[in-house]
């Protein structure tokens, strides 16, 4: 639990950095460059292992992380940013309707499924901001929806595999999962190659830390924590971001935030938790 709420800090103090500082580059290619960081900071850990765990990792982490990316950005074409955040609160559902699907009796446990919802409803409680309507609503809400997908099934999986799948260091498979991410984004990401040269050195500074920390050291983090806390948990923890990141946009950059729907919504994610054990 202590790396997912790690995580989830790190993440909050984050999103307002892309925001501010990166709308200039195409958000295809600084996924692209996010992911290569990553790859970049742990290809020290990577060890040849066997054929069939090393393609296993670089397909979950295709998935996981260069899906999710992918279908992310391009949403963005379709949709405004503050839509697009508010359609990610669903992570938390597909999480546990996976986990019923890959669980041995292929059933549902209904105070995790309510757990689930009550971190949904205030993720959204905290990020809604009236409904837009976007001529290309159903598009760009498809692609956040297999966004969430992708992310929720790397999760899920992640936190299935044996031990036999970690048979060497953990973080030298994680470097297979950035692997397979960074190659799966390369053909949409190389379209903005030439903007980078109108970045300053803050600029640089802010994508290197955004590759290396945001991504790198916080998804194997997110992935460590995943194995070690159970579904619903993991669930709940999905949305723990959202709070944290609206009070950020509050305190450090100085953003309007409703902050009735703010206590509201941190009050059902953190009801959840009931359910937790049930």
Known sequence: MTALIITSVIWALSFGLLGHYLTSIPSGTVSMLRLLGAFLVFLPFLRFNGGKTTWGFIGLGAVQFGGMYLCYTEAFHYLPSAQIALLTTLTPLYIILLDGILSKHKK??????????????????????????????????????????????????????????????????????????????????????????????????????LGAIASGACFFLWNYGARRVTPVQLSIMNNLKIPLATAASLFIFGESVKLPMLLTGSLLIASAFFFQKK
């Open 108 to 209: 549902l446990n209904a105070h995790h499924l309510i757990a689930a919802l009550l971190t949904v409803l205030g993720g959204g409680g905290i990020l809604w901001q009236g409904w837009g309507g976007a001529d290309d609503f159903w598009v760009g809400c498809l692609l956040v929806q297999l966004s969430n997908v992708c992310f929720a099934i790397g999760q899920v999986i992640y936190a299935r595999l044996g031990a036999n799948w970690f048979s060497t260091n953990e973080r030298s498979q994680f470097a297979w999962l950035y692997l397979g991410a960074f190659l799966i984004t390369i053909p949409g990401g190389l379209n903005g190659i030439g903007q980078l040269s109108e970045l300053n050195w803050h600029q640089w500074g802010i994508l290197i830390y």
